[in-house]
């Protein structure tokens, strides 16, 4: 059996305030003056940009993994081994366990075609009751996972 590491979820990019800094400065960027600084002069229409987006879950980034066979779960930055350190550690894998795993990891398959040795990390995010108030779904009436990246051999897919 192949060693089992902790693998996290890579950081997503967001829009910041920078961004639109950037954005004009550039546009009002006249070159060097003749002590050599910047000129900046706002002399043209500033471009409209469209932005696709989509709003980030707040809630707790964990990730259930299949390696040869054996079903693993992670955190955001731990492998959740058998009385991990935490009780919502020990939840979150005792409600995987609940889950049919197995038709998780077969919806997959079939879809991306893999083989029986692949690494397939499901990443997702526990959000409504009971997780992280006051964050974006918090007060939906039932828990839930929301997946939102598959990795099959350090791919996603």
Known sequence: MAEITQKSFSSIDTFKKEHVRMILEECDYQGKDEQGNNVYNHIKNYPVITYAATHKIGGTNTSIGLNNGVYFYQSRNNILAENTATPDQ???????EKVNLSGLFKLVSVKYNTNPEDEVIIYGEWCGSGIRDNHSISN????QWIIFAIKINEEYV
């Open 140 to 143: 939906c009436p039932t828990k």
């Open 90 to 96: 020990n939840g979150f894998r005792n409600t995987y």
